[in-house]
């Protein structure tokens, strides 16, 4: 990317050689993704991030097909949006934030056009089996595509496996290490897509703009080293998080919000609700001690709502209300976790003495 920022970047649509340099790194980037989702490179189509793949794979489909759209009520808002805006139905998830596959198959029928479960749940960590979920769409909506959002699944799970039954895959490099603003949509061969964005026929007539060669050329370097970095980080990662949850589960009134088998977490979350706490006012006292953490998703007011996801999970209001999430990550060290918890539980405390 450095190099780029420098030099000359031909559009890489042009015929002379600086607009080959161009399509050459964005080629070998488009390599770099299609291997690392298992996929083949012309399937392969850049946007300008997971919110835009998401986008383009719901409305694009279902422009192409006229079917309704289905998804789990847990989506990232890029996806339950978009199915929102075309009249679309939810799937229900169950208290551990699996999705219930008996709700799906009642909501699926031969109108259905495409079926988007994601991967890996970004607030929760929660991961959902995408073959589970493609038996039930070919049985029960046999003329539906399955897409999955894979943006929080790519730093830890095997893209390859976990998204290999699913005909539309999105991903983004900001989640890997890469640049903000690049992502990619893949779009396994002869599933029906409208572009949203026409004019220039760049990407096989599917995006048109001209591309950003800089961007493209991190998320190949995001891509292609995808690999060494996941078997290196995941264990290490997991292991903090769990002496994180364990110390945290100390404290009175504490429970994991998503109460699964870790091995169905992805291993950096740590979602936890407290009883009787304001999670915006924990946040607060958290990022006071350098602890940065979240919860739910800010309304224009600043306030933090419960998040639609920990609603879906039916968690009950006096725990929604304090529910936290914690990520760990490849930069976390024990000497962080030490940190957390140590603030964590006179944090707690100090507010629910305030609160009395
Ligand atoms: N989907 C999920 C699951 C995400 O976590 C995010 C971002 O965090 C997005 C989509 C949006 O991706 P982007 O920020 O690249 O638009």
Do not use: Y
């Amino acid at each position: 990317m450095a190099e780029l920022l420098d030099g000359v970047v031909g559009n890489p649509s042009g015929s002379h050689h600086v607009a080959r340099r161009s399509k050459r790194t964005i080629e070998d980037a488009r390599d770099a993704v299609a291997a690392a989702v298992g996929a083949r490179p012309a399937e392969v189509i850049f946007t300008s991030g997971g919110t835009e793949s998401d986008n383009l794979a719901v409305f694009g489909v279902a422009a192409a097909t006229g079917g309704t759209v289905v998804c789990s009520a847990v989506e990232h808002h890029a996806v339950l949006d978009p199915v929102h805006a075309l009249g679309g139905e939810t799937v229900r998830v169950h208290s551990d934030g699996r999705l219930d596959l008996a709700d799906l198959a009642d909501r699926c029928d031969a109108t259905t056009s495409l079926v988007s479960v994601m991967t890996a749940n970004n607030e929760v960590g929660v991961i959902q089996s995408i073959s589970e979920v493609a038996e039930v769409v070919r049985e029960h909506a046999p003329n539906a595509v399955v897409h999955t959002d894979a943006v929080q699944a790519a730093p830890w799970l095997d893209l390859t496996e976990c998204t290999a039954a699913a005909d539309l895959v999105t991903v983004s490099a900001h989640k890997l290490g890469g640049p903000a603003g690049i992502g990619a949509l893949v779009v396994r061969d002869g599933v029906p897509l409208d572009p949203r964005q026409i004019g220039g026929g760049q990407e096989l007539e599917r995006r048109g703009g001209t591309p950003s060669t800089m961007l493209i050329a991190g998320a190949g370097a995001a891509f292609g080293s995808i690999e060494e970095r996941r078997v290196e980080a995941s264990d290490r990662v997991r292991g903090l998080r769990d002496r994180l949850v364990r110390g945290a589960l100390e404290i009175p009134g504490v429970r994991r919000t998503a109460d699964t088998d870790t091995t169905r977490l992805l291993p950096g979350h740590a979602h936890l609700c407290f009883a009787d706490v304001d999670s915006e006012a924990l946040l607060f006292l958290l990022d006071a001690a350098g602890i940065a953490a979240s919860a739910g998703s800010s309304c224009a007011s600043g306030a933090v709502q419960i998040s639609h996801v920990v609603e879906a999970m039916g968690v009950t209001n006096d725990f929604a209300r304090g529910s936290v999430r914690f990520t760990v990550g490849k930069t976390t060290t024990e000497a962080d976790i030490d940190t957390v918890l140590s603030v964590l539980a006179p944090s707690v405390d100090r507010l629910r003495r305030t609160d009395r």
